[in-house]
Structure formats: structure tokens, C-alpha cells
């Protein structure tokens, strides 16, 4: 299980990175939206209609989401990727473990709860003196972390209502597909899809990513205690760090490296206590 989460880990990072890259990203998003929903589109044919009971988590994550796009294009806008990402999954996984806590009744052992802050510590100590973006960038990526978690709790008790974690994620992302070109409307006034080659291809590419890393997660869901699986899943920032550094220019610094270590050693915690 832990190995999946790392691999989603590794596709969330790559993907944010593409999105960072891109000039358009409202444009980028939404072109991801479209891909996703057509992926998506067999599984909703094949597989059976999720459960009832997990409609009204499904659609309110679905509208959730759509929210977190708004903030992340946000945060793009105003500081680099090394710097809000770390903060924006930094404080995801101690939230969802207290939603986990509330929601769903989970209680992690001490040993994981340490693990987790590790994780948690390790994320934001990334940002430490530095003063890319301001306190503006650092208020909308906490915020945007606060989403996350918002809809990460709602899929983990959703997902176990549904009957399925691919027929949930495929309507997950059926519903946001069509939500995002919703938002774009309002914000450019009309559709429009036409762009260079490789821009489409990195849209298609972010798209798939997105959706494989949101089955994965909802797998791992479905299978294992929220809060330690969300922990996982946030090493991503490590991933966003050595991309950052190796195709965007970004400073790798020592202290960012012990970070990447405390984040290691959580992961490693945690993987060690839930197995």
C-alpha cells in the first residue's frame, strides 16, 4: 500500500509541476478536465452506479475541488512552486488527521501520529526563510491546504460508502468535468480549446495523472486509516522539490535537503506502523 501512495506522490508532484510551467493555467485546467472526464467515460459504462449513500459526499467533494483549482491558480500566480506547494500539503495531512478523528472515528497510534508530524514538520520547514510570494502566497496556500484536507475527508468516508473506489473516482471526476468549463465560462465569457500542439499535450499528460493518482488514492482510501495514508501522499513535496530544482531552477539547499530527510523519516514511520 505504502508503494502506491508513493507512486500517486510522484504523478500529484509531476503534474502540479506542468501546471506551474504553463502560462495559461485556467486554460491548462480546464483542457486536464475535459481529459479526465473522457478517460473516465468507460469505467462509468462498465462499472455500476456508486451507492447511494455516497452521492452527496461524491458531488459536494466534486464542487470542493473546483474551489481548490481557484486557489491553486492562485497560489501559481503569485509565488514559485517550491515555495507554496510545500506549505499548501504541509499542513494537509495533521488536518486530515483530525477530521479523520471527528468524521470517521480513526485513532492512530502514537507512533504514526509521530510520523505524520515528522511528514508535516519536515513540509514546512521547506519555506523557512523564504520570501517568495509573501504573506499573501502563504495565506492562500494555507488555505488551499485547508480545502484539501476539506475534501480529502469527505472522499475517504465517501469512497467506503460507495461500493468502489474506481466507479467513485470516475464520477468524481465526471461531475468536476463538468463544473471547471462552468468556471471558465464565467471568467472568459466563452470555451475555447484551441492551442499549440504542445501545450494540449501537457494538458493530456497532466490530465491522466491527475486521474491516476486521485484511483490510487481512493484505493488506499478505502483500505487503510486516512490521516496515515494523506501523510504518504504529501512526500509528494519532495518530488515537487527535486523537479523544481532539476527542470525550473530552483535552489537546492542544504536545509531544504534535512526537510526532504524529516519527510523521509515519517514516511518511513509510517509506513513501518501501518504495515
Known sequence: MAGLVLCAAM????????LRTQADRL????????????????????????HAAAWPYLTVSAAVQVLYTLFLLLCYRVA?????????????????????????GERPGWPTVLGIGLVS???????????NGGPKAFGLAAVTGAIIATYTVI?????RLAGGSFTYTAWIFTVYGM????????????????GRRAEIRVAGLAGVGQLATYAMMMWAFRLSPLGPVSALRETSVVFATL???RFLGEKLTAARLGACAA?????????????
Open 121 to 131: 514538520f519536515g513540509i514546512m520547514a521547506m519555506v523557512f526563510g523564504r520570501q
Open 179 to 194: 463544473l471547471v468549463p462552468v468556471v471558465y465560462l464565467v471568467a472568459r465569457g466563452r470555451l475555447v480549446l484551441r
Open 263 to 275: 519527510i523521509a523519516m515519517g514516511a518511513c514511520c509510517i509506513s513501518y506502523f501501518a504495515s
Open 80 to 104: 514559485d512552486l517550491g515555495s507554496v506547494y510545500p506549505v499548501i500539503r504541509g499542513c494537509v495531512p495533521l488536518l486530515v488527521s483530525v477530521g479523520a478523528a471527528v468524521f470517521a
Open 243 to 245: 523537479i523544481g530544482w
Open 155 to 159: 472522499d475517504g468516508v465517501g469512497v
Open 11 to 18: 504523478l500529484h508532484a509531476t503534474w502540479n509541476a506542468m
Open 27 to 50: 486554460w491548462l485546467v480546464t483542457v486536464m478536465s475535459f481529459v479526465s472526464t473522457a478517460v473516465s467515460l468507460p469505467f462509468l459504462l462498465a462499472l455500476p452506479l456508486p
